[in-house]
């Protein structure tokens, strides 16, 4: 039996990654560990600020205000957008939501 000169990633790492070799199922599991750490850091931030947004709809509401205020809402949507393009615009708009409370 001969050996080759490149390996092949195995039937299960394969599948997991896609991959077709050793190092590009290497490669690819850092990488997607590094993304899930990444993913952890944007959910901890996201309730970080649905925090601060209860925050300051509490004052808003305490001071006979509205608890949502549109202008606010269309800067955050314009600066996604500006950063993020047209997909940037769903994002915000899902930040928000998500910040809007429970009412």
Known sequence: ?????????????AEATGARTPEAVELITGARERIDALDDRIIGLVQERMAISAVIQDARIASGGRRVSLSREMEVLSHFRDALGKPG?????????LCRGRV
């Open 89 to 97: 615009t769903t994002l915000a708009m899902t930040v928000l939501e």
């Open 1 to 13: 039996m001969s050996t080759t000169a490149t390996a092949t990633a195995t039937p299960a790492a």
